[in-house]
């Protein structure tokens, strides 16, 4: 039987935490066939969404900004796909690819370590609350009032992994959560994808050891979609995909471009050949005054065609260096 | 022991001149608080158990600071700073604090073929000059109202001399949206551009002024997850 516990939201609204025992009719089926499946859970948010193919993305809590890049990129592959994102509401990786999918419309599912009231970490307070907003749920297998305590993070990655279809690994060092969650997913039976990193990475460690154990490494969403059999044809769905991308990128740049002058364009072409540059570097290439060059910048990134990076660099909007 | 006098400290020695500060988020965070006051009244009331005084402190102030702890965040060689520790890094230097500094400007590390580079600069002569005449024109357009330059510019002296006209304001209604600059940037973005103006020789602000200025408010749009 279920059993309601309702439970104050920030002393505002109320909130239904729902309490499934094992056997119950709505037990997530992912996690009936895991080894020490979870006697019984609690639930906050949309439970339906538990049963939607999904895929678990982790990985390291000190990201670097390709680790952010990447995922970014994947999860919203996945999710344009109406694939499900499961993650362990930690920081780095696990936040961008929960804020990810809430960004593009997705669903996602966090698995706490602790009791749903003592969410940890507590700068994630608001993400959570976006993601039972959206219609997304998290879930967790201990009472709502316990505190976060390190000894439960390990075990809670047996649901992370358990929930979804397979695990990708963005970054991960060599001894970590993240690993452990790969451990527990081919112990399930699982595929492991990893994103490959140069082995001088401080994050590329864990993912590179995997990769040796057996984990698949990818390099888009499609590729994910189609090792665990959603899609039959790689290339086809990638190229439409890309293409309609181009497609997309060569409009804009069409349209945008021809109400530009010739500086700007120049300099926007400068930037697509060159992928990242520094205003002195288009200075110095392009002979421009920095004073000129400052304003086509600024005009370029008023419509949207490129982004200002940190460290003094611009890309193209379209264009992440991956 | 109570000090006897009252000793002016270095923002006051730095009145009319600059005061540089280098590696900005090094100092202690209550130090830097205490710069707001002072930027915005351009004089420091100081306060003690004997007696309490102001001292007068117009300075322009200029800091340096490096994007993460390491120093490498954004550039070429691999930065080993976790997000967690950059936010803190960056949270030294408070929002009120950071809406006071006019101009912010990231230069990357410069490589070593490119110390003698052959790219055309100006002389200090030619910079001076250009800040002169600019200066002049200021110093015109302000007589008599008590201020020299286009930094003490009050919001209602901002409304009468900075003035858009409508496709200015459609850039700068823009920028507000798409670059996510805070409100409180809205005049510092105006009194800037009212400079380029000035190192231009124009009467008004045109687009290109403006969009100019945008660019100078690099740490108000970055984007960090």
């Given at each position: 039987m279920n059993m309601k516990v309702l439970e104050k939201h920030d002393n505002s609204h109320l909130r239904i935490i729902e309490n499934i025992k094992k056997g119950d009719n709505n037990y997530p089926k992912m996690l009936e066939n895991i080894k020490n499946k979870p006697q019984e859970l609690y639930v906050e948010g949309n439970l339906d969404i538990l049963n939607m193919p999904s895929i678990t993305i982790v990985g390291s809590r000190n990201m670097t900004d390709y680790g952010r890049d990447i995922t970014k990129k994947i999860v919203k592959e996945l999710t344009l796909a109406g694939i499900c994102i499961v993650s362990g509401l930690a920081i780095g990786i696990d936040s961008v690819a929960h804020q990810t999918c809430l960004d593009y419309g997705g669903k996602t599912v966090?698995?706490?370590?602790?009791?749903?009231?003592?969410?940890?970490?507590?700068?994630?307070?608001?993400?959570?609350?976006?993601?039972?907003?959206?219609?997304?749920?998290?879930i967790s297998e201990y009472e709502p009032d316990s505190e976060a305590n390190k000894i439960n993070f390990p075990a809670r990655n047996r649901i992370v992994s358990g929930l979804s279809l397979a695990t990708v690994v963005v970054e991960a060092t060599y001894r970590s959560g993240t690993s452990i969650t790969a451990k527990f997913a081919f112990e399930q039976g699982k595929k492991v994808f990893c994103i490959p990193n140069s082995i001088g990475n401080k994050n590329s460690s864990g993912t590179i050891n995997l990769i040796k154990k057996g984990a698949i490494m990818i390099t888009t969403g499609e590729e994910i979609l189609y090792e665990i059999g959603l899609i039959d044809k790689i290339d086809k769905y990638g190229e439409l995909l890309e293409k309609q991308r181009l497609n997309k990128i060569d409009m804009i740049e069409q349209e945008e471009l021809s109400k530009l002058d010739k500086q700007t364009q120049e300099?926007?072409?400068?930037?697509?050949?060159?992928?990242?540059?520094?205003?002195?570097?288009?200075?110095?290439?392009?002979?421009?005054?920095?004073?000129?060059?400052?304003?086509?910048?600024?005009?370029?990134?008023?419509?949207?065609?490129?982004?200002?990076?940190?460290?003094?660099?611009?890309?193209?909007?379209?264009?992440?260096?991956? | 022991?109570?000090?006897?006098?009252?000793?002016?400290?270095?923002?006051?020695?730095?009145?009319?001149?600059?005061?540089?500060?280098?590696?900005?988020?090094?100092?202690?965070?209550?130090?830097?608080?205490?710069?707001?006051?002072?930027?915005?009244?351009?004089?420091?009331?100081?306060?003690?158990?004997?007696?309490?005084?102001?001292y007068p402190c117009k300075f322009m102030l200029v800091a340096s600071m490096n994007p993460c702890p390491c120093g490498f965040y954004g550039s070429d060689k691999e930065c080993r700073?976790?997000?967690?520790?950059?936010?803190?890094?960056?949270?030294?230097?408070?929002?009120?604090?950071?809406?006071?500094?006019?101009?912010?400007?990231?230069?990357?590390?410069?490589?070593?073929?490119?110390?003698?580079?052959?790219?055309?600069?100006?002389?200090?002569?030619?910079?001076?000059?250009?800040?002169?005449?600019?200066?002049?024109?200021?110093?015109k357009r302000y007589e008599g109202l008590g201020i020299f330059s286009n930094s003490e510019l009050t919001p209602s002296l901002?409304?009468?001399?900075?003035?858009?006209?409508?496709?200015?304001?459609?850039?700068?209604?823009?920028?507000?949206?798409?670059?996510?600059?805070?409100?409180?940037?809205?005049?510092?973005?105006?009194?800037?551009?009212?400079?380029?103006?000035?190192?231009?020789?124009?009467?008004?602000?045109?687009?290109?002024?403006?969009?100019?200025?945008?660019?100078?408010?690099?740490?108000?749009?970055?984007?960090?997850?």
């Open positions: 966090a698995v706490l370590g602790c009791g749903l009231n003592k969410i940890y970490p507590k700068e994630n307070k608001k993400l959570y609350k976006d993601i039972i907003e959206n219609g997304g749920c998290a300099i926007y072409l400068y930037i697509k050949e060159n992928k990242i540059v520094s205003a002195e570097a288009i200075c110095n290439d392009l002979r421009m005054d920095i004073k000129n060059v400052n304003v086509y910048l600024t005009i370029l990134e008023l419509k949207g065609l490129i982004l200002n990076k940190c460290g003094n660099s611009y890309v193209l909007r379209d264009e992440l260096y991956v | 022991m109570e000090e006897k006098y009252l000793n002016h400290g270095e923002i006051s020695l730095a009145h009319y001149g600059v005061l540089f500060l280098d590696e900005l988020p090094e100092f202690n965070r209550n130090t830097l608080e205490v710069l707001r006051g002072p930027l915005e009244d351009g004089e420091i009331t100081i306060g003690r158990a004997t007696q309490v005084l102001t700073c976790s997000d967690e520790s950059i936010k803190r890094y960056l949270n030294k230097i408070s929002g009120p604090l950071l809406d006071r500094i006019d101009i912010q400007v990231e230069v990357s590390s410069v490589k070593y073929e490119n110390l003698d580079s052959d790219s055309i600069e100006e002389s200090s002569e030619q910079i001076q000059k250009r800040v002169n005449m600019a200066r002049n024109i200021q110093k901002i409304e009468k001399f900075c003035t858009l006209d409508s496709t200015g304001r459609a850039i700068l209604g823009n920028a507000f949206n798409k670059l996510g600059l805070s409100a409180r940037a809205y005049g510092r973005i105006l009194k800037v551009s009212r400079t380029i103006a000035d190192l231009d020789g124009s009467e008004k602000i045109l687009d290109r002024h403006l969009l100019e200025a945008v660019q100078y408010r690099s740490l108000d749009k970055k984007y960090v997850v």
